[in-house]
C-alpha cells in the first residue's frame, strides 16, 4: 500500500513530480496533468519496471469508486500527453493486464514538505496573476473550463499585466490550492479562483482575487444567472470579471507602490501612481499627475499610456482650469503620441480618443480610437464611458446613454462613473426626459461632488424642471468650484452640438449662470 504521508520527489529525465503537492515539473516549469493523473503517475513511479494492474491503479486515481477500464485508458493517454516527448514509450500497455514505467530511471528523494517544494520561480517586474480551474459540481465541467479560458484570454489583452498560461495554472486542478503556495510554485503575484454551481436552470459562479504574497483577498463577487444560451452567459461572466478585476488589482498595485521610496519607482510605477490624480478628473491634481508622468516620460519616452494619461491631465486643466489653449494643444500632442505608441494599449487609446474628441474636437478620429481599443480588449469599461461622454456633447443622445451604461454594466464602481452619469444625463436632456437627466445628475454628483460639470448637469435638468431654487443653488456650487466658468466657454471648449446647447444654455442662464 502506497504511504501517502511520506513527503518524496520522483526525478526522472527533465521531469520531477513532487509527491506532496502533486506537481510534475520539467525543466522547473509546471506541467498539465490532473489528479488522477497524479495518482497514476506516482504508483508507475514507485513500482518502475513493475506491471500494475488495473485495479491497482483503479484504486489510486478513483479510491473506492466503481468505474469502467475506459476511463482508465483516457487518463493514461492524458499521462503519456503530459511526459512528451518521452511519454508514449515511457509507459508500457500490458494488454488485459495493466501497464508498466520502462522510461528514465527513477530517484526517490525523502524529504520534509518545505525542502520537496520546487523553488519560487521569480516574480516579473509587472503586476502578476494566475487564473486557476473553477471548482465545478454537476453537469457544470465544461462551462467552468470555457468561462476560465475566457478569464485568461480576456486578462491577457490587459498589456501591463502578466498572466500565467492555462497548461500551467490547470496543474491545480483537483487540488485544494493555498494560494501562497500557487504564488511561490507559479511566480506570481495575484491568483484568481473559483467555483461554478449550476441546479436545474440555474447557474452560479463565485469568483475570488487574492494576493498570493499575503494571502488577503482583494476582490470577491457572486453572480447569479438564469440557463439560456449558455455561450453568451460565458461570455458575459468572463467579461464582467475581467472588468471587475482590472481595477481592483490597479488599486492593489498602488497601495504597494505608494509603500515604496519616490526615487525608487520605474515608468510604471509612476504611471500608476499618478492614475488616481487622473481619475480625479480635478484641475488641481492634473498638475500632481503631470509631475510623475514627466519622471515617466524621461525614463521611457515611447509609453503609449504615459502619454494617453498625460493628455487626460491636459484635458483636466485646459476645461477646467481657464480654458488654456497651451494645454489643450499638449492634450492633442500626447493624445496622437498615444495612438502611435500604444496601439496595443486599450487604456492609452481610450484616453487619446476622449482628448481627440473633446479638445481636437475630432468626434471621427476619437471613436476610431474607443473602437480600437474595444477590439483589443472588449472589457475595457472607460473606452464605454468616456465615449459616451463625447457622444453626449457631440448630441448623439442615443449612444451618449447606452454607452454609459454598458460602461456602468461593466463597472458598477468605476472611478469613472460620475463621468457615465454625465453621460446619461446630457443624454437625456438632449431627449426632452429632464427627470431623468437630473436622477442621472444627481447621481454624477453623489460619485463626485467636487467636479463642476456634474454640478453644471444637475443645474440644467432641476432648471428644465422648473425647481428654480435648487438650480440657482446647484449653480452656485459650480461657481465655487470653478469661478472662472462661463457658459459660452464651455460649449466652446467640448464643441457642444448647437441644438444642445441651445437647450442647455437657456436652462443654464435662468439657473444664474453666467454666459
Same mark, same amino acid.
Given at each position: 500500500?502506497?504511504?501517502?504521508?511520506?513527503?518524496?520527489?520522483?526525478?526522472?529525465? &527533465?521531469?520531477?513530480?513532487?509527491?506532496?503537492?502533486?506537481?510534475?515539473?520539467?525543466?522547473?516549469?509546471?506541467?498539465?496533468?490532473?489528479?488522477?493523473?497524479?495518482?497514476?503517475?506516482?504508483?508507475? *513511479?514507485?513500482?518502475?519496471?513493475?506491471?500494475?494492474?488495473?485495479?491497482?491503479?483503479?484504486?489510486?486515481?478513483?479510491?473506492?469508486?466503481?468505474?469502467?477500464?475506459?476511463?482508465?485508458?483516457?487518463?493514461?493517454?492524458?499521462?503519456?500527453?503530459?511526459?512528451?516527448?518521452?511519454?508514449? +514509450?515511457?509507459?508500457?500497455?500490458?494488454?488485459?493486464?495493466?501497464?508498466?514505467?520502462?522510461?528514465?530511471?527513477?530517484? @526517490?528523494?525523502?524529504?520534509?514538505?518545505? =525542502?520537496?517544494?520546487?523553488?519560487?520561480?521569480?516574480?516579473?517586474?509587472?503586476?502578476?496573476? =494566475?487564473?486557476?480551474?473553477?471548482?465545478?459540481?454537476?453537469?457544470?465541467?465544461?462551462?467552468?473550463? &470555457?468561462?476560465?479560458?475566457?478569464?485568461?484570454?480576456?486578462?491577457?489583452?490587459?498589456?501591463?499585466?502578466?498572466?500565467?498560461?492555462?497548461?500551467? &495554472?490547470?496543474?491545480?486542478?483537483?487540488?485544494?490550492?493555498?494560494?501562497?503556495?500557487?504564488?511561490?510554485?507559479?511566480?506570481?503575484?495575484?491568483?484568481?479562483?473559483?467555483?461554478?454551481?449550476?441546479?436545474?436552470? @440555474?447557474?452560479?459562479?463565485?469568483?475570488?482575487?487574492?494576493?498570493?504574497?499575503?494571502?488577503?483577498?482583494?476582490?470577491?463577487?457572486?453572480?447569479?444567472?438564469?440557463?439560456?444560451?449558455?455561450?453568451?452567459?460565458?461570455?458575459?461572466?468572463?467579461?464582467?470579471?475581467?472588468?471587475?478585476?482590472?481595477? &481592483?488589482?490597479?488599486?492593489?498595485?498602488?497601495?504597494?507602490?505608494?509603500?515604496?521610496?519616490?526615487?525608487?519607482?520605474?515608468?510604471?510605477?509612476?504611471? *500608476?501612481? #499618478?492614475?488616481?490624480?487622473?481619475?480625479?478628473?480635478?484641475?488641481?491634481?492634473?498638475?500632481?499627475?503631470?509631475?510623475?508622468?514627466?519622471?515617466?516620460?524621461?525614463?521611457?519616452?515611447?509609453?503609449?499610456?504615459?502619454?494617453?494619461?498625460?493628455?487626460?491631465?491636459?484635458?483636466?486643466?485646459?476645461?477646467?482650469?481657464?480654458?488654456?489653449?497651451?494645454?489643450?494643444?499638449?492634450?492633442?500632442?500626447?493624445?496622437?503620441?498615444?495612438?502611435?505608441?500604444?496601439?496595443?494599449?486599450?487604456?492609452?487609446?481610450?484616453?487619446?480618443?476622449?482628448?481627440?474628441?473633446?479638445?481636437?474636437?475630432?468626434?471621427?478620429?476619437?471613436?476610431?480610437?474607443?473602437?480600437?481599443?474595444?477590439?483589443?480588449?472588449?472589457?475595457?469599461?472607460?473606452?464605454?464611458?468616456?465615449?459616451?461622454?463625447?457622444?453626449?456633447?457631440?448630441?448623439?443622445?442615443?449612444? =451618449?446613454?447606452?454607452?454609459?451604461?454598458?460602461?456602468?454594466?461593466?463597472?458598477?464602481?468605476?472611478?469613472?462613473?460620475?463621468?457615465?452619469?454625465?453621460?446619461? #444625463?446630457?443624454?437625456?436632456?438632449?431627449?426632452?426626459?429632464? #427627470?431623468?437627466?437630473?436622477?442621472?445628475?444627481?447621481?454624477?454628483?453623489?460619485?463626485?461632488?467636487?467636479?463642476?460639470?456634474?454640478?453644471?448637469?444637475?443645474?440644467?435638468?432641476?432648471?428644465?424642471?422648473?425647481?428654480?431654487?435648487? =438650480?440657482?443653488?446647484?449653480?452656485? +456650487?459650480?461657481?465655487?468650484?470653478?469661478?472662472?466658468?462661463?457658459?459660452?466657454?464651455?460649449?466652446?471648449?467640448?464643441? +457642444?452640438?448647437?441644438?444642445?446647447?441651445?437647450?442647455?444654455?437657456?436652462?443654464? @442662464?435662468?439657473?444664474?449662470?453666467?454666459?
Amino acid at each position: 500500500m502506497i504511504d501517502r504521508r511520506a513527503p518524496a520527489a520522483y526525478r526522472f529525465g &527533465s521531469f520531477s513530480l513532487d509527491a506532496e503537492t502533486g506537481a510534475l515539473l520539467r525543466d522547473g516549469a509546471p506541467s498539465l496533468l490532473g489528479q488522477r493523473g497524479t495518482a497514476l503517475l506516482r504508483l508507475l *513511479l514507485e513500482r518502475a519496471a513493475v506491471p500494475v494492474s488495473k485495479d491497482a491503479l483503479i484504486e489510486a486515481a478513483w479510491p473506492g469508486l466503481a468505474v469502467d477500464d475506459s476511463n482508465l485508458t483516457v487518463q493514461i493517454a492524458a499521462l503519456r500527453r503530459a511526459l512528451e516527448p518521452g511519454g508514449a +514509450c515511457w509507459i508500457e500497455t500490458l494488454p488485459r493486464r495493466g501497464y508498466r514505467y520502462i522510461g528514465p530511471p527513477v530517484t @526517490r528523494v525523502e524529504a520534509n514538505a518545505e =525542502a520537496s517544494r520546487p523553488a519560487a520561480l521569480p516574480r516579473p517586474e509587472k503586476p502578476s496573476i =494566475a487564473v486557476l480551474p473553477f471548482e465545478q459540481s454537476g453537469e457544470a465541467g465544461w462551462f467552468a473550463d &470555457s468561462i476560465v479560458d475566457d478569464i485568461i484570454t480576456g486578462m491577457s489583452r490587459i498589456r501591463w499585466l502578466f498572466v500565467i498560461a492555462r497548461n500551467s &495554472s490547470f496543474v491545480w486542478r483537483g487540488r485544494i490550492a493555498d494560494v501562497k503556495q500557487v504564488g511561490h510554485d507559479l511566480g506570481v503575484r495575484y491568483v484568481l479562483q473559483g467555483s461554478v454551481r449550476r441546479a436545474d436552470d @440555474r447557474v452560479r459562479i463565485n469568483a475570488q482575487l487574492a494576493d498570493a504574497t499575503s494571502g488577503a483577498q482583494i476582490w470577491a463577487e457572486r453572480y447569479d444567472r438564469t440557463v439560456g444560451d449558455l455561450f453568451a452567459l460565458q461570455d458575459e461572466i468572463a467579461l464582467a470579471v475581467v472588468a471587475a478585476i482590472e481595477p &481592483s488589482l490597479r488599486r492593489a498595485e498602488l497601495d504597494r507602490i505608494l509603500r515604496k521610496r519616490p526615487d525608487s519607482l520605474d515608468a510604471y510605477e509612476l504611471v *500608476l501612481r #499618478a492614475q488616481p490624480d487622473v481619475d480625479s478628473g480635478m484641475p488641481d491634481r492634473a498638475h500632481v499627475a503631470l509631475t510623475q508622468l514627466s519622471r515617466a516620460l524621461a525614463l521611457e519616452p515611447t509609453y503609449g499610456l504615459a502619454h494617453g494619461l498625460a493628455a487626460m491631465s491636459h484635458h483636466n486643466r485646459f476645461l477646467r482650469a481657464g480654458l488654456n489653449e497651451d494645454d489643450r494643444i499638449a492634450s492633442v500632442r500626447h493624445a496622437r503620441l498615444a495612438i502611435e505608441h500604444g496601439r496595443d494599449d486599450a487604456l492609452a487609446l481610450t484616453f487619446a480618443g476622449f482628448s481627440l474628441g473633446m479638445d481636437a474636437h475630432d468626434r471621427q478620429a476619437a471613436f476610431a480610437a474607443f473602437e480600437a481599443a474595444l477590439a483589443l480588449s472588449p472589457s475595457t469599461a472607460l473606452a464605454w464611458i468616456l465615449g459616451s461622454v463625447v457622444a453626449g456633447w457631440a448630441g448623439d443622445a442615443e449612444r =451618449a446613454i447606452e454607452w454609459s451604461e454598458r460602461g456602468m454594466r461593466l463597472s458598477p464602481f468605476d472611478p469613472w462613473a460620475f463621468a457615465a452619469y454625465d453621460a446619461q #444625463a446630457l443624454g437625456h436632456f438632449n431627449r426632452g426626459s429632464y #427627470a431623468e437627466a437630473a436622477s442621472a445628475a444627481y447621481k454624477a454628483n453623489l460619485a463626485n461632488p467636487g467636479h463642476s460639470i456634474t454640478w453644471v448637469q444637475l443645474a440644467a435638468s432641476l432648471s428644465a424642471l422648473g425647481r428654480m431654487e435648487e =438650480a440657482r443653488a446647484a449653480a452656485a +456650487c459650480v461657481l465655487e468650484l470653478q469661478p472662472g466658468f462661463r457658459i459660452s466657454g464651455q460649449f466652446a471648449g467640448v464643441d +457642444c452640438a448647437p441644438e444642445l446647447a441651445s437647450k442647455l444654455g437657456k436652462s443654464l @442662464r435662468a439657473s444664474g449662470l453666467p454666459e
